[in-house]
């Protein structure tokens, strides 16, 4: 069973920036997508932004320019740099993985609150 722990959230001002990580364990297999997705108030969960490997990425048009995911090394723990951040961008946060396994298993961390806000 893969656990996924994620940390980094808070309460940041309108234009503020957040670093978002998550580590994955357990795994008896590779992890080939990692990603955050977010869940706001009265809304379904929507994607944020997936990382496959190494660098190859995908942001929701809402965030691109303004957010940056990573991975460590291709490997379990993954990042969410969250720049010029607005009152729109508050929800929670979800860590995702979606490990190499037939079939394809797919995790969820336990979410973590960012509020935008003055």
């Known amino acids: 069973q893969v656990q996924l722990v994620e940390s980094g959230g808070g309460l940041v001002q309108p234009g503020g920036s957040l670093r978002l990580s998550c580590a994955a364990s357990?795994?008896?297999?590779?992890?080939?997508?990692m990603g955050w997705y977010r869940q706001a108030p009265g809304k379904e969960r929507e994607l944020v932004a997936t990382?496959?490997?190494?660098?190859?990425?995908n942001y929701a048009d809402s965030v691109k320019g303004r957010f940056t995911i990573s991975r460590l090394n291709a490997g379990n723990t993954v990042y969410l740099q969250m720049n010029s951040l607005k009152p729109e961008d508050t929800a929670v946060y979800y860590c995702?993985?979606?490990?190499?396994?037939?079939?394809?298993?797919?995790?969820w961390g336990q979410g973590t609150q960012v509020t935008v806000s003055s």
């Open positions: 995702n993985a979606v490990t190499e396994s037939i079939p394809l298993a797919t995790y």
């Open positions: 357990g795994s008896r297999f590779s992890i080939s997508v």
């Open positions: 990382i496959f490997g190494r660098s190859t990425t």
